[in-house]
């Protein structure tokens, strides 16, 4: 599939692989590194090098090359991976120097948000997403798994401390469409209770919605640059504004659905980016959006995040947990 070009704006894409979603839905971008790697170095599933299997792999078999032009290239060509990947690494150290942000976002203050929780694929980072109660989280619908390992209480990604449920159960919206990514909304049933406290609370469900101007909150683990990925261990914001619809619907015409949020930053490249899909927009204490989807590469000014608009929604996500409560 090819996704649709947008001239002068980049690929449109939704916030969950980075393959394209059938035209003329945007594309998906959940996906992270494993957690224990350093950012930067992602997984066999992920863009990137993966430096242990540099030395493992290749090195075995320019051992059997030795000797050979092929064996000579082969070195010179492992040594210059090698200094990419480790220049990387000691980049990630250096802080705002090498642009480590949320596409232009700050680290949030920790402890900021104690609602905020990652849905893992095993240790990798798969999406964001946001605590209801003691059983429920709220993502969006295009982050769906068989089976989730969801962090709670921390922070960073790979915190001993934080709580790690599991999840089998997940409710798509009965109107999701992997076309459109219309009602991109998801609840997944903790298979065992959150223990809430000061670093694990819910978050309030709106009882209306904000209007245009309203100041934000979006926080995820995405990566900070785009179109090369450079995945942060800690939780990063961003502040932005909810943008009209008739503004938003400018820029992204008719991809923009009525159930669907825009917010971002006029002439700003901050935005959401691969792994923040399903998490939280935050304004004025209560869950306004979950991330669904943006272009591609992430950051294009005057590009808007879009997000589905939970406050259109609450009815269905109450129902929901009551019934498979």
């Not at 393959?19 to 790697?37: D, I, N, R, W």
């Not at 989730?148 to 922070?155: I, K, R």
């Not at 469409?177 to 609840?187: E, I, V, Y």
């Not at 008719?254 to 825009?262: E, Q, S």
Request: aromatic share 6%; glycine share 10%.
């Amino acid at each position: 599939m090819t996704p649709e070009e947008d001239p002068g704006q980049g690929q449109r894409l939704c916030l969950a692989s980075l393959e394209s979603c059938s035209s003329p839905a945007p594309q998906a971008l959940h996906l992270g590194p494993p957690s224990e790697q350093p950012a930067g170095v992602v997984g066999p599933e992920y863009v990137g090098i993966n430096l242990p299997k540099i030395q493992q792999g290749p090195v075995l078999i320019w051992q059997s090359l030795r000797g050979t032009m092929e064996g000579s290239l082969l070195l010179s060509l492992l040594i210059l991976l090698l200094s990419l990947a480790l220049g990387t690494a000691g980049q990630d150290d250096q802080g705002d120097k090498s642009g480590d942000k949320i596409i232009d976002g700050f680290p949030c203050e920790r402890g900021s948000h104690p609602w905020q929780v990652a849905l893992l694929k095993n240790s990798q980072l798969h999406c964001g997403g946001v605590l209801l109660d003691e059983r429920w989280v709220l993502t969006a619908a295009h982050c769906r798994m068989s089976e989730y390992n969801v962090h709670l209480g921390s922070d960073r990604l790979g915190d001993k401390s934080a709580q790690k449920i599991r999840a089998s159960k997940s409710f798509r919206h009965p109107g999701y469409s992997t076309k459109t990514h219309a009602n991109d909304l998801m609840l997944v049933r903790l298979n065992s209770r959150a223990r809430l406290s000061s670093k694990v609370k819910k978050v309030d469900l709106p009882s209306s919605c904000e209007p245009p101007g309203t100041t934000c909150t979006v926080s995820g683990w995405g990566t900070t640059t785009s179109p090369d990925v450079t995945f942060p261990a800690a939780l990063m914001c961003s502040d932005v504004q909810l943008i009209s619809s008739k503004d938003c619907k400018k820029v992204y015409k008719d991809l923009l659905g009525k159930t669907m949020l825009c917010a971002g930053v006029p002439d700003s490249k901050t935005n959401t980016c691969n792994g923040d899909s399903g998490g939280p927009l935050v304004c004025k204490g209560t869950l306004q959006g979950i991330v669904s989807w943006g272009t591609f590469p992430c950051g294009q000014p005057n590009d808007p995040g879009v997000y589905t608009q939970v406050c259109k929604f609450t009815s269905w996500i109450k129902e929901t947990m009551k019934r498979y409560r």
